[in-house]
């Protein structure tokens, strides 16, 4: 029964069991728009459908572009019109299947009342400018700008979080709603997933910009949206930022008013938070004391921020602390045999190649490629001396580049085991009373995402983890002095021992017994006492 519960508590994405016998629009409905059935594909759908809007987005973005929408006009074309069919076929399956959602199913007209609902006229407004081009001659410039009426469609996933997120956060300050909004809490839910994933899109979008801006064609034509979405880029990070420092001390270690706030900026997210900002800011003020263009490409700092967002880095930062002595010790070894090696090529090769080997910090440069086994050959020695020790360092510089390698290899998998044997020991305490609460179920969820443990895995250590309570709780298979260190065990174990004596007493020839007990020197007389006392008690009634 325990192991039923937790699957339900911590398996999400499980399968949906729907019976075939239901009605084919109960049926449907319950596959595709029932948001309280786990394992259909109503979060599915909500998804891509929300990819295609934000998609729209650029695709109106970018038809601005005269250059870029003249060459491209076509697949445009095709775009809208694949969007629209999407969108219409959307329309009509809910406008279909309304007479099963709670919402509508107690009226009498349910679709009448679909219709008219909000949600329903935006999504008839996602589509209705598509088809009014058919029918009324309407310029293709408003056409676009009303084909932006779309992004009203993520309304539809925006206000069932924001609704999940008040009742959650019933009687909390601001601070703290703030901080459940922010930080990973029991308190954000959906609405704390989808601001995740939108400050992701956001620094994935900026990151983009900043590469493509580097080619010369593509700033060329976007320049002005590349300055208007870094603007909007950073006054996002510049808010995410401000809310991290503001609600910071609702969060356990940061309490503190400003000894919190200050230790969290003083963190490393932090400062890559205020990295991500730093450079726009700075040329904006300071433009005209210096020239600080080439604080642009820092923008690509940006992509940091996803590190708080995955569990890799974490468990790396772990290997690294761990096995930093050794890492230490192989770095200076290698450092050792550069120096040694550039100077050896420096004494070989200056007078050959004075040009080259002009001195011992630019044959330094040689002796890293050389051991790296990268070998440019923008620099090789000519002498037999020089390529005889070129051709011993490189095969030494196979096995000595190769060390770091493998032990942050060997060490990232076994710190993977450690975690998982931390989350196993984690579930032993939590078996401890038998139930497994919603704050713990949600603690096993973010740990299994972050040691990348599948359903199945999930289940395996939660079944390792029961039968090894199981086996903890059989108090007749531990030590003798394990028992009495426990109170409770030692009572159970005394409990036990006295059922055996009585299923002795049961299953022994009486008499025979008898005879043997009074030999001498085969019990004591407390023994036998003791005996008699449990046989008395078992004794039937005369």
């Known amino acids: 029964m325990l192991t039923n519960d937790l699957e339900a508590q911590l398996i999400t994405d499980k399968e949906a069991h729907i019976s075939g016998d239901l009605p084919f629009r109960e049926w449907m409905y319950a596959w595709l728009l029932n948001p309280h059935i786990e394992g259909n594909y109503q979060k599915t759908i909500d998804r891509w459908i929300g990819i295609l809007i934000v998609a ?45 959602d709670e919402e509508f199913k107690k009226h009498r007209f349910a679709r009448a009342r679909y219709v008219g609902s909000p949600f329903a006229i935006i999504d008839l407004v996602a589509i209705l400018p598509f088809f009014l081009q058919a029918f009324i001659s309407i310029d293709l410039r408003y056409l676009r700008f009303l084909r932006l009426l779309r ?17 959650a956060n019933q009687g909390r ?64 990070f510049t808010v995410e930022y401000c809310l991290r420092l503001y609600c910071c001390v609702e969060e356990p270690g940061y309490q503190k008013a400003i000894g919190g706030r200050i230790k969290l900026a003083k963190s490393t997210s932090a400062i890559i938070d205020l990295l991500a900002i730093a450079p726009f800011f700075l040329e904006v003020f300071l433009h005209h004391l210096f020239d600080l263009r080439f604080m642009r ?45 550039a100077s050896l090529g420096y004494l070989f090769e200056h007078e050959a190649q004075p040009e080259k080997f002009e001195n011992i910090p630019q044959s330094i440069y040689w002796a890293v490629i050389t ?45 993977l085991k450690m975690d998982r044997e931390a989350l196993v020991n984690k579930l032993y305490e939590m078996l401890a009373d038998g139930n497994i609460d919603h704050k713990e179920a949600e603690y096993i969820k973010t740990e299994s995402k972050r040691l990348h443990l599948s359903d199945d895995e999930v289940k395996i250590l939660i079944e390792r983890a029961k039968r090894e309570r199981e086996l903890m709780d059989d108090v007749s298979t531990l030590p003798l002095h394990k028992i009495a260190a426990n109170p409770e065990h030692a009572i159970e174990h005394y409990k036990y021992l006295l059922g055996q004596i009585r299923q002795l007493q049961l299953l022994t020839d009486t008499e025979q017994l008898q005879h043997t007990m009074a030999k ?5 007389d407390t023994d036998k006492q003791l005996w008699r006392l449990i046989n008395r008690q078992e004794a039937p009634p005369a």
Request: charged letters at 15%; proline letters at 4%; glycine letters at 4%.
């Open 56 to 100: 729209n987005l650029f695709v109106l973005m970018f038809e601005q572009i005269p250059a870029i929408f003249e060459v491209y006009e076509r697949w445009f074309h095709y775009f809208d019109l694949v969007s629209v069919v999407i969108f219409t076929i959307e329309y009509l399956v809910r406008f279909y299947l309304a007479p099963e």
């Open 151 to 167: 992004i009203l469609k993520l309304f539809r996933v925006l206000i069932p979080a924001y609704k999940e997120f008040v009742i």
């Open 173 to 236: 300050t601001f601070r703290q709603r703030v901080h459940a909004l922010v930080f990973p809490s029991a308190y954000g839910g959906t609405l704390h997933t989808l601001y995740d994933s939108f400050i992701v899109v956001w620094v994935i979008v900026s990151v983009l910009a900043v590469i493509l801006e580097s080619v010369q064609s593509i700033h060329y034509l976007l320049s002005m949206e590349f300055l208007i979405l870094d603007a909007i880029a950073v006054s996002i």
């Open 297 to 341: 490409v820092f923008r690509l700092l940006r992509l940091l921020k996803l590190t708080r967002y995955t569990g890799a880095t974490q468990s790396l930062s772990k290997v690294v602390a761990r096995e930093w002595p050794i890492m230490a010790a192989s770095a200076f070894i290698m450092l050792l045999l550069v120096v040694m090696t």
């Open 371 to 415: 051991l790296a086994s990268v070998g440019y050959g923008d620099i090789s020695p000519i002498t037999p001396a020089g390529r005889a020790m070129t051709i011993v360092l490189a095969l030494i510089g196979i096995g000595i580049f190769a060390i770091p390698a493998a032990l942050l290899s060997s060490a990232f998998s076994d710190q």
């Open 520 to 524: 001498p020197d085969r019990l004591t």
